[in-house]
């Protein structure tokens, strides 16, 4: 990331990342993910960093090297994903960009399950905790709270019902439709109280330096205040 290392407008903010799919357990062997590669997460801590924040990064299983500068605590399900959460609390800005799993199986079985027996097994699942959702609604809710949504259609109406569902204060809707996952371009628009500002496709770490640069603006407008 090229950014002007004297220009360090996040220095003395804690910023929190999530990034990266979460695994979900079904047995020792199997388990339910997705196709999050963690690259835009990943280039929002470096970005954050190159900005001057301390930044901790809580990533799911990706294969991806710690940003300079990131404190990196990996975890794999959506439940351990919501408890290294917590323990980074407080921070100044969340941007939760981890793409949750929505589900994980009801129940954890030891022993791999064995084909035996006439039927397929039926997987029976159940929600995973909304990690951004709780944390737009706790008591150690931070001054910026920033989601992503990954959408396939209607992009932004979904984007800004999450925003509002969500108790965010911007959401990034992302454009999924395409091979944005796993890719190193990106589409998104920046929803915030204000309305949208549309950024052009540009390389993933492009997209993180102009959100974390709206980022700093707006601390800079609040601190001017
Ligand atoms: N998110 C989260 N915890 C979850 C699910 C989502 O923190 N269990 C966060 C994501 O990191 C993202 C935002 O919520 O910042 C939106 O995620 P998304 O999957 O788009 O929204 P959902 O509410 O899960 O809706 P759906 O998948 O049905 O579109
Ligand atoms: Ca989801």
Redesign the pocket.
């Known amino acids: 990331i090229t950014a002007d290392a004297s220009y360090q407008p996040l220095e003395g903010r804690h910023v929190l990342v ?1 990034a990266g799919p979460t695994w979900e357990s079904i047995d020792p062997v199997r388990y339910i993910a997705n196709r999050s590669s963690g690259k835009q997460g990943f280039a929002i801590a470096a970005a954050a960093a190159a900005l001057g924040a301390e930044v901790t990064l809580v990533a799911g299983p990706v294969y991806l090297k710690t940003p300079a500068g990131v404190k990196r605590v990996d975890v794999e399900s ?1 439940e351990e ?2 408890s290294a959460v917590k323990r980074a609390l407080p921070c100044d800005v969340a941007v ?7 589900w994980r199986p009801k129940e954890y079985r030891d022993e791999k399950i064995k084909k035996r027996g006439s039927a397929p097994p039926a997987l029976m699942l159940t ?7 709780n ?1 737009a609604a706790g008591k150690d809710r931070p001054a910026l709270v ?6 396939t259609e209607r992009v932004i109406d ?1 984007a800004k019902q ?1 925003r509002k ?2 108790a ?1 204060d911007w ?1 990034i809707a992302n454009d999924v439709s395409g091979d944005v996952m796993g890719g190193d371009e990106n589409t998104v628009h920046i929803i915030t109280t204000d309305g949208v500002e549309n950024l052009k496709e540009m390389p993933k770490a492009e997209v993180a330096m102009a959100i974390m640069t709206r980022v700093a603006d707006t601390f800079q407008a609040k601190a001017a205040e």
């Open positions: 999530t959506a994903m919501a939760m960009v981890a793409a949750v799993s929505d929600e995973n905790p909304d990690i951004l959702t944390l920033v989601g992503f949504a990954a959408e979904h999450k569902r969500k965010a959401i």
